[in-house]
């Protein structure tokens, strides 16, 4: 079945340091979406690609889908302490289908 | 508000007892979904339905039921079948037609004793 794959699944970064975060569907997606977890808090939706090799950017966020579509990441610059959460992704194979999201990448930024 | 539901936020229950979790949204939203979170883990899909009447297994929906007899409903309960239930239970719901984003509430968190 429809496996969806993120990495890593920690990552501890210094204020202002730049990271990436990637995700990898274990069959072709028709989109892929990214959520983020604050502590505590409920996944909210952040952005949602569709075609093949899109970029799309939101302020200092960076996502991409892959070529064959079955790959994404999630780049941030500048890391601020206000993006402490879970980023999680998540597919589908149809826009019809159930969305299977990755384990998600805790983030943790230290001042 | 237009938004989704869940209800309690907290619950407790003994071992061996069925317990039935609260999902309600009020966005027209055709599609509902339950993932189960466990800590540090990630979103697991229980079950989720496309439409009224008709819902589909996700990867882990031993021990659980659903109902999707209204479309702004959609219960989840957790029979004393499942093994180990304690957990955070998350619902969503999305447009269902063509790809839209998930609306998620709030989390139930269940503790079976």
């Known amino acids: 079945g429809q496996q969806v794959m993120q990495i890593p699944q920690y990552q501890h970064v210094q204020e202002g340091e730049d990271f990436t975060t990637y995700c990898n569907s274990s069959?072709?997606?028709?989109?892929i979406q990214w959520y983020k977890q604050r502590p505590g808090g409920h996944p909210v939706f952040l952005i949602q690609?569709?075609?093949?090799?899109e970029v799309k950017k939101q302020k200092r966020l960076t996502f991409q889908f892959g070529e064959a579509k079955k790959n994404s990441s999630l780049h941030i610059t500048a890391t601020q302490t206000t993006d402490v959460g879970t980023y999680f992704c998540a597919g589908q194979t149809d826009s019809w289908g159930k969305l299977q999201f990755g384990a998600g990448t805790q983030v943790v930024v230290t001042p | 508000d237009g938004g989704i539901t869940q209800s309690p936020k907290y619950l407790f229950r003994k071992e061996g007892q069925n317990v039935t979790l609260s999902c309600e949204q009020n966005l027209n939203h055709d599609a509902m979904y339950w993932y189960r979170q466990d800590p540090g883990q990630g979103l697991r899909l229980i079950y989720y339905?496309?439409?009224?009447?008709?819902?589909q297994k996700g990867d882990i929906a031993e021990g659980y039921s659903v109902s999707r007899e209204k479309k702004e409903s959609f219960p989840l309960t957790v029979t004393s079948a499942q093994k180990n239930p304690t957990a955070f239970y998350l619902c969503?719901?999305?447009?269902?037609?063509?790809?839209?984003?998930?609306?998620f509430g709030q989390g139930t968190r269940l503790t079976v004793v």
């Open positions: 969503a719901s999305s447009l269902g037609t063509g790809a839209t984003e998930a609306f």
């Open positions: 690609l569709v075609k093949s090799g």
């Open positions: 339905s496309q439409i009224v009447n008709d819902f």
């Open positions: 069959t072709t997606l028709s989109n």
